[in-house]
Nanobody
Framework: QLQLVESGGGLVQPGGSLRLACAASGFTLDDYAIGWFRQAPGKEREGVSCISRGGNFRNYADSVKGRFTISRDNAKNTVYLQMNNLKPADTATYYC?????????????????????WGKGTLVTVSS
C-alpha cells in the first residue's frame, strides 16, 4: 500500500520548535518532489515548503522563510520540516504530499493540485 505518514506535531509555546517528518511506505521518495502544506480551521490550504527530488532546490512560503527548513533523507525515505520560532499563526494541520515531477518546486509550488500522494496530516498547535 502506497502511503505517506506525517509525525512530529504537537503543542508548543510561541517561539518554540518542532520537527515534522513525512515517511513513505510502499514506494521510494527518490523520484518525487515533496511539498508540505497546512490548513488552519476555516482557512484555505496553503503551501508551506517544497523540496526537489534531489534535494538541491527548496522553496518556502513568505510567511515561513527564515524560520522553517525542509530537508530529505532518501536513505530513510523521509522528508523533514524543521520549524523554529513558531507563532500562533502557524497553528494548523500539516500535510505532506508527493509528486513525480522534476519541476514542481521551481514551477508549480505552492499549488497543491496535481500532487500524487497525500498524508493524513499532523496537528501543530502553537499556544501559551
Amino acid at each position: 500500500q502506497l502511503q505517506l505518514v506525517e509525525s512530529g506535531g504537537g503543542l508548543v509555546q510561541p517561539g518554540g520548535s518542532l520537527r515534522l517528518a513525512c515517511a513513505a511506505s510502499g514506494f521510494t521518495l527518490d523520484d518525487y518532489a515533496i511539498g508540505w502544506f497546512r490548513q488552519a480551521p476555516g482557512k484555505e490550504r496553503e503551501g508551506v515548503s517544497c523540496i526537489s527530488r534531489g534535494g538541491n532546490f527548496r522553496n518556502y512560503a513568505d510567511s515561513v522563510k527564515g524560520r522553517f527548513t525542509i530537508s530529505r533523507d532518501n536513505a530513510k525515505n523521509t522528508v523533514y520540516l524543521q520549524m523554529n520560532n513558531l507563532k500562533p499563526a502557524d497553528t494548523a494541520t500539516y500535510y505532506c504530499a508527493a509528486v513525480r515531477s522534476s519541476r514542481y518546486c521551481s514551477a508549480y509550488f505552492p499549488a497543491g493540485s496535481g500532487m500524487g500522494y497525500w498524508g493524513k496530516g499532523t496537528l501543530v498547535t502553537v499556544s501559551s
